[in-house]
């Protein structure tokens, strides 16, 4: 099986919308597959200014600094998760605080239809750096199957949450793209046979969107470069990933850029807004649990 590609014209990226035959596609895959790439999202210069500003805030930490950050107690931004893998709560300033990154109109329209409308909301903004020789990462779902305890009732539910993810860096199979199992949002095993996996070489400018319950992995990173790949979930109004970031903000942006938002913009970014306003109240991070 094969995961689907859309891809995205220049016409449509200046819209903001994808066309209807576009949009039918796009949407059948996330129902059947679990995921589909929209490629040409963004163009490659707004990619690439992420990369820069990822590499002046990260690029002085190599594997060794990574994991002491990473040891900290929390709250943390800096979270292992995998054999040389490190997921961290990016603060949305500079180029990742730009509203055409987190409200792009393809994405923002596309999921809007499938989240509920205005009542989506950003979850959370994180980046994955993966370092040279990293493993194979865990398989897993970015969350279980809602109402476990009831057999086939959460395969059968509509999604929730989409993981869009976006590589700052061109990703061939060296370098270590995501392995995905398509279909297996549906599945109630996760334990997926290895055969199933389908992996494709990301662009810079692609978007890949996969169901939260979409058993994925991170290929082996045998190239000599760190790969990074950030990751922003829109949710349902009701839907928070507590698994997740249980001990960390999620989305961290600071207040007044977010007030400065237009209003819709800030019902999207609702999720900021409460956790900068409990820190403000607070007087800072709270203290570990």
């Known amino acids: 099986m094969k995961l689907t590609i859309v891809t995205v014209s220049p016409e449509e990226r200046a819209q903001g919308v ?19 790439i929209l490629r040409g999202v963004f163009p490659a210069d707004a ?27 929390p709250p943390n931004p800096v979270l292992k998760v995998g054999d040389g893998r490190f997921e961290l709560a990016i603060r949305m300033s500079g180029a990742f605080g730009k509203p055409d990154l987190f409200a792009n109109g393809i994405v923002r329209n596309f999921l809007g239809q499938l989240l509920g409308g205005h009542l ?48 700052l860096i061109d990703i061939d199979q060296a370098t270590g793209p ?22 494709v070489p990301f662009q810079r400018g692609d978007c890949v969107l996969m169901d939260y319950r979409t058993l994925h992995t991170g290929l082996p990173n045998n190239s000599q470069k760190v790969r990074p790949i950030l990751y922003l979930v829109y949710t349902r109004e ?46 800072g991070l709270p203290a570990p649990a």
């Open 18 to 36: 994808l066309s209807p035959p576009a949009n039918v596609a796009a949407v059948t895959a996330l129902h059947e597959e679990g995921a589909v």
């Open 47 to 73: 990619i690439d200014a992420l990369y820069s500003e990822f590499s002046a805030r990260y690029g002085g930490l190599d594997l060794a600094a990574m994991e002491t950050q990473a040891s900290s107690p």
């Open 238 to 283: 009701w839907f928070f990933d507590d698994n997740n970031h249980r001990y960390r903000i999620p989305l961290d942006m600071p207040l007044a850029d977010i007030e400065a938002l237009s209003e819709d913009l800030r019902l999207l970014m609702l999720r900021a807004r409460q956790q900068a306003l409990r820190l403000k109240q607070l007087g």
């Open 178 to 199: 995501t392995g995905i199992w398509p279909g297996s949002h549906r599945w109630a095993t996760n334990d997926p046979p290895r055969e199933g996996m389908v992996s």
């Open 120 to 167: 989506m909301r950003l979850g959370s903004m994180t980046a994955v750096a993966s370092f040279p020789g990293a493993a194979m990462q865990h398989i897993h779902r970015d969350h279980q199957q809602l109402f476990q305890e009831f057999a086939n009732i959460g395969v059968n539910l509509p999604l929730y949450a989409v993981n869009v993810s976006m590589p």
